[in-house]
């Protein structure tokens, strides 16, 4: 039965055209390149303060996991070693620097907003998802993206945790997001000791899924242990 002239209008607005479909990928390009480009000259113009500096330092001693090690036992950088060896591969590639030292640490936390809009993406639409990505930025956490320290390290991989725990949780690809939330939790305790206060948010919301389920997802919470060890 061939459809009427306002049934056929309707299904033509129900039909995401080329425009709508690509405006989220417009959208995540454009906030891309603003935040990179003034990130990157910012990086580059800044000079380091004392906490850089030892950064520096560190990173200069690599590829020389001893000399590091050493280093880190004279108490000055309290650090672990995960930050510094990224620190120096940048430095290998942009050169001994303020720009090749803090390049790690912009794109870490463009990462983490990037992590933020596939976890709002999955329950809002995209405006919404894209606005809460803009947050951290928008906060006193924004200075991390372009200070050579392990902070936008660990909001990263807390980003990464974060959308692993989510895909778990609903059931997508369950094995490989089990496996990257551990890697991710235990990648941020080796960059940086404060990491462990990651834990409060994801147990928070693991105990709220298990109140709600009333059943405790025994693999998640074996993903949350295994990495403890770090």
């Known amino acids: 039965m061939p459809l009427t002239a306002t049934e056929t209008s ?10 709508r479909r690509w405006a989220p990928a417009l959208c995540l ?14 990086a580059a113009r800044e000079k380091l303060w004392f906490d850089e500096i030892l950064t520096f ?10 000399a590091l090690w050493s280093f880190l036992k004279y108490g000055l950088e309290f650090n672990p070693p995960l930050s510094f060896v990224l620190a120096a591969g940048s430095e290998s590639i942009f050169g001994r620097n ?8 912009v ?16 329950r809002l639409p995209w405006p919404f998802a894209a606005a809460g990505m803009l ?28 959308v692993a725990w989510q895909a778990a949780a609903e059931g997508r690809r369950r094995r490989a997001a089990l496996v990257a939330v551990a890697v991710a939790l235990a ?44």
């Open 135 to 162: 947050l951290p930025v928008l906060t006193v956490a924004g200075r991390y993206s372009y200070e050579a320290r392990p902070y936008a390290l660990v909001l990263a991989l807390a980003g990464i945790a974060l």
């Open 98 to 105: 303020e720009f090749g030292l803090r390049f790690p640490s």
């Open 107 to 122: 794109i870490e936390f463009w990462i983490m907003a990037l992590c933020l809009y596939v976890y709002l993406r999955r």
């Open 29 to 42: 390009a454009l906030l891309s390149v603003l935040y990179l480009v003034p990130a990157c000259i910012r």
């Open 10 to 19: 309707a299904a033509n607005l129900r039909k995401p055209t080329n425009s």
């Open 187 to 230: 990648a941020a305790l080796c960059s940086q000791p404060m990491a462990v206060t990651l834990a409060l948010p994801f147990l928070a919301g693991e105990l709220t899924r298990t109140i709600q389920r009333k059943r405790v997802d025994w693999p998640v919470w074996c993903a949350f242990a295994s990495a403890t060890p770090a």
């Open 57 to 66: 330092d560190a990173a200069t001693l690599l590829p020389s996991l001893r």
